[in-house]
């Protein structure tokens, strides 16, 4: 098994797209971001501004004291607001790379020759894994950097809040890049995965089991909430759990490692199976 995912790892590493993925999302959060600051720079200004009040001293001089610190940008104020873009990389380039795997020769070839096909299933789970870390943490590092040199009121506080809302993204981005291998595989296409991400990101699927959640809970007489147990759902949810400078609570994060550790198992397994029975010609 280990090296079935040494040898998919490393054929990662030599995909032309990989580099290619993570450029452009880099390249694309740090253009939004100098897009963006001047915007930022602003709110965070009037925060300032409504932050201060004005006293008359004895002797007549006016001063002005901050009630609080409000106007400081932190690191998930300004994060959160572009680590959304991996989701959309992390499914496309996943939909490629498994999908291309499918295609070539490469496949045919070396499939025949493992006992048990199930390892290639662990092996895309470790280049999801891969790719992934490796997506969120250049896109992380851009953002820091960029915010720092160009938001006037950024500081490196909230360190802890700003880490339990990493693990939990990268969790939730982890799960959904296994979700569009097991779709590309199952589809023999990359066009199913891409589209199932479109629709997520575009609103349209949350929409749609809305609606089916009020119509279950209709039925039921109890509250029914399925877009909090599909990963790619909860993942636009839990960006917005997350406030910018305050105090982050537990139970997002709780949430989103349960989520992904259940639909982690639930897709190696099944993806198990589909890769056991697929004839190879």
Known sequence: ????????????????????????????VAGLLYILTPVINEAFEIQTESAMV??????????????????VACPSSVCSSFISFCVVFVVIFIACFVGEFYKN??????????????????AKAACV??????????????????ANTWVNNFEFVYIKEFVLYLLGEYCLL???????????????????????????????MSSL????????????SAEVAIEDYIPSLYQLN??????????????????????SLVAFVVYNIVGSVVISKRDIK
């Not at 910018?244 to 997002?252: C, F, V």
């Open 174 to 204: 982890t799960v959904i890049g296994l979700a569009a291998a097991f779709i590309t595989e199952l589809s023999g296409s990359k066009i199913p995965a891409i589209v199932y991400i479109v629709l997520c990101s575009t609103n349209i």
């Open 105 to 122: 020769g490469f496949c045919k070839n070396v499939i025949g020759r493992v006992r048990h096909r199930y390892y290639f299933q662990a």
């Open 1 to 28: 098994m280990l090296n079935v995912i040494r040898m998919e790892i490393s054929r990662m590493f030599k995909t032309r797209s990989f580099y290619i993925t993570i450029a452009v999302c880099a390249v694309l």
């Open 54 to 71: 004005s006293q008359q001293s004895g002797d007549g001089w006016t001063v002005s004291m901050r009630l609080e610190n409000t106007s």
């Open 209 to 220: 089991i809305a609606a089916t959640d009020s119509k279950l809970s209709e039925w039921l």
């Open 129 to 146: 894994i891969v790719y992934t870390a490796i997506l969120v943490a250049v896109t992380v590092a851009v953002t820091l950097i960029a």
């Open 238 to 259: 839990f960006q917005t759990d997350v406030p910018g400078n305050s105090i982050m609570q537990n139970e997002p994060v709780i949430r989103a490692l349960v989520i």
